[in-house]
C-alpha cells in the first residue's frame, strides 16, 4: 500500500484515503446494504464501472477499511465485509446524509428521503454498526482461513 | 450549475457535490484557518492546482456553499466567505479528523494530531461554527453589493 499523501493535514491524509467518488458508496453499500459481493456493488444505482470498483475494493482491503474472504459453502466467489475500521466511517456518512437532506434536495428533486435525519444521530449510529457486526458474524465459521 | 447525480442516494449525491479531493480542503482552510484569498488556498500544503482550485472556487459558488465577494477597501482581490451550507460541513470534517486520528496515523507517522479528538465532539462543531461566523460577520458592512 502505497499512498502519496498530500500534507501532514489529519484532514487531507484521511481524504487521501476515503475521499474519492467510490470508496465511500462501497462502504456504504456492504454496511447499509448488507452487500458482500462484486457483483452487487456492480448492481448498485451509480454503475461503478467493474475496472474502476476492482481496483477501490483492493485498496480499501489494503488499508484494512474491509476483508476479501473465501467461505467454506463457497470457495468460488469473494466476499468482502467491513472491518472495525471500516464500520467506524459510520459517522461520516451520517453526516453527509443530515447535510444532503436540508441541502442537496434543492437541486436533486428524485432524491431519496431518509427517515433516520429526524432521529437521534448517536443512536442511528450504533444501531447501524450492531447491525452489521450481527450481519458479518454469521460468515465467521465459514470463512476460509 | 450543472451536476449529473449518479443516482437518488442521499450519500452518493452530497458526494457528487463536495465528495472530491479538494472541496472539503477549501471549506478547512475557510473555516479553520480562516482564508478568504484564492492566493491563500494556493499556499496551502496540499499545493493545489489553480486551475483546478478556480474551478473548484466557481462550483462551490454556484451551489452556495461560498460565497465570491468584493470589499469597499479593496477592490482588486476577491474574498470568499463560507455561507450557512458551508459552515454546516463542520460535522463532516469532525468526524474525518476523528477517524484519521486512530486509522490514518499508522499509515502516515508525520501526520499532525489535534487536541480536539479529545474534546466533546458537539462542542468542537459548535465552536468552530461560531468562530467562523464572528470571522465572516467583520466583512459585513464592507461587502461591495
Redesign the interface.
Known sequence: ?E?N?????????????I???WS??IV?DMLLHKKTAFKEFVA????VATNLLSSRLKFLES?EVITKNKLTTNKKENIYLLTE?GI??T??????????????RA??T?????ETVNMDKEIVIKNAQKQYREFAAQFKNQIVC
Open positions: 500500500m499512498v499523501f498530500r500534507s501532514t493535514c489529519m484532514i487531507a491524509s484521511a481524504l487521501d484515503l475521499g474519492d467518488k465511500i458508496l456504504r448498485s444505482d451509480e454503475g488499508i475500521k467506524d466511517l459517522p461520516v456518512i451520517m453526516e453527509l446524509v443530515i447535510w444532503s437532506d436540508v441541502y442537496v437541486y436533486h428524485e432524491m431519496n428521503t431518509s
